[in-house]
């Protein structure tokens, strides 16, 4: 990764998270408020831009989830490549994804210089508590399949691990990609206002228990019936002066309105914080081995 990281000029990898509350199953608008602020985050010197889970088409589109989705690749990956090669940049964010066979997935797409690089499907659908939240506020189990994958993509700014929302919940999922060698997680959401208190710790935990650079982003203000409570940040992998892994946050979005939220990650943090803190040298084969066997069981 060094070599590449030279080539492009950088040590240090300068990211956005663009906080946004989208029109719902209004993708050109939503494309149009992207295009500004990835060109805007291009012009402060970033290399990677993140907005949140589904933010292309809103997520309240119901039914017209499946008049709005796209294959991926598709018209939207192939709008945003050409952007990325234009600028420079790579940019992730979240879209219903329609397949060849027409099932619909909660999708994360990449892309880059290169052009498309890869996408994630959500992998665990939400359908808890949504009278608390607000009606609709979890769609997911009635218009999406779940992914059954976990990739890492290779970029020029290192190996790239994607989550979407309720996936940041299961450290099984963070943790397979962390092994997998992701250099930095990012996870994207469309969270509700009262998951606050308990989301954002979760985000935190997982930086810290796998020693990994993370960028997350949330969905912001008012869609439909939903408020959204924005707050995305990034966490440094760890402090390896203070012997501290998942520490510090290196920019906090606010709490209301749309943002631009810029931090600088050190791609080396990880393998910096690991040595004086070996959560994954620690970690034990037949930990996995007894809790499939006992999964298992339970289902």
């Known amino acids: ?44 010197g970033a290399k990677l831009v993140v907005f949140p889970e589904l933010v292309l088409t809103g997520y309240n589109c119901g039914d017209h989830f499946f008049d709005e989705a796209e294959l991926i690749p598709g018209p939207a990956t192939q709008h945003f490549s050409e952007l990325a090669a234009e600028l420079g940049i790579y940019i992730i964010w ?44 979890f769609p997911d189990r009635k218009f999406f399949k779940p992914g059954e ?31 997998k060698g992701a250099d930095f997680i990012v996870g994207i959401s469309g969270s509700p206002a009262p998951e606050k208190d308990i989301f954002e710790p979760i985000v935190k935990a997982r930086a810290a228990e796998n ?32 012997k501290v892994p998942g520490t510090p946050i290196l920019c906090k979005a606010p709490y209301t309105g ?11 943090a990880a393998r910096k914080i690991r040595p004086a803190f070996p959560v994954i040298r620690d970690l034990t084969t037949h930990m996995y081995e007894e809790l499939a066997e006992v999964h298992r069981v339970l289902t």
């Open 1 to 44: 990764m060094n070599n590449m990281l030279k080539g492009w000029g950088i040590w240090m990898i300068k990211v956005a998270i663009g906080q946004i509350t989208p029109k719902t199953c209004d993708k050109q608008a939503n494309t149009e408020k992207m295009d500004k602020w990835i060109q805007e985050a291009a012009s402060e």
């Open 94 to 137: 979240g879209m219903p994804e329609k397949s060849i066979d027409g099932v619909l997935y909660n999708a994360a797409a990449l892309v880059g210089p290169e052009g498309f690089v890869g996408k994630w499907r959500k992998n665990t659908l939400p359908g808890h508590a949504s009278d608390t939240i607000g009606p609709g506020a």
């Open 149 to 179: 994958h976990a990739p890492i993509y290779q970029t020029a700014i290192g190996k790239i691990g994607l989550l979407i929302c309720y996936d940041i919940w299961f450290p099984e999922l963070a943790r397979l990609l962390t092994l």
């Open 211 to 242: 020693a990994i650079n993370f960028i997350y982003t949330n969905l912001v203000g008012k869609e439909g019936n939903t408020t959204y409570w924005g707050g995305g940040f990034v966490v440094s992998a760890g402090d390896p002066e203070r």
């Open 258 to 268: 749309e943002s631009l939220t810029f931090a600088e990650i050190d791609p080396e």
